[in-house]
């Protein structure tokens, strides 16, 4: 199944529910950064909720969540945007937790500490709103951020799997949120429903589809909006890392070509690298007395 998200209301358009399945997208971070199984299913969580938010922007808006944590995890970044296109990392990419049961232990691997979310609207300002984490599962951190720092009621859950193999077999996810209108009866009837869900890696194990999450959650009474792709998509290029140095400037730049000679810099989402020999250190120092 290709990774891709679905948009829907439900209940008289008083409940929003965006629901993903993202396994191509969870496994090829793994890859590329060489994820331990924890780290995997840590990162995973946070690129589904990454999707879905990112999703629900506007045109070439974009989203950044920064998760600042002392666990072993030392912190996540994540970016999205408008195209279901999706990118992250981790500091310690090397962790593998466990409870008892055998279940993955994400909470104690990315600890206590902040979620910042940041909303570039491509207007004058981005805008940046935080919270605490709750319980460093994911899930329930990104329900509280939606009800504390963006006043939304909403309900939050993402599963990942990965295989005795270290590979991701299934991942996915869906955020609910209530919109003004939303009855009691129908908050209840929510929140009943999310209580007896099964976990969602669960479901997908199960073969459950985004439609079917939010069949699972909003029963019959939901409209299908919109369905998007998602990829792990990282945009750097040499042009970027160029204008980055050229910040550095002529003093900084200069130390660095007579200390070495040239500059490795690489890129921490695709770990994609770009060598800037003595030629081009010239070329930027130049650019940088411009």
Known sequence: MKDYLVKATAFNKTVRVVAATTQGLC????????LWPTAAAAL??????SAIMGSMLKDAQTLTIRIEADGPLKGLLTT??????????????HVMLQYDSGKLNVGQAVGSGFIHVTKDLKVRDTFTSSSPLQTGEIGEDFAYYFTASEQIPSAVGVGVFVETDNTVQHAGGFIVQVMPGCSEETLTLIEERIATLPPVTDLLKEGVTPEGLIAHIAGESYTLLETMPLHYHCDCSREKFERGLISLGVEELTQLLEEDGHVETACHFCGKTYTF???ALHDLIAAARA
């Open 80 to 93: 999205s945007n408008t195209r279901g296109e999706v990118r992250g990392y981790v500091g310690n990419p």
């Open 277 to 279: 020999d003595d030629d």
């Open 44 to 49: 995973g969580r946070v690129l589904t909720v």
């Open 27 to 34: 496994e090829t971070a793994r890859t590329v950064h060489d």
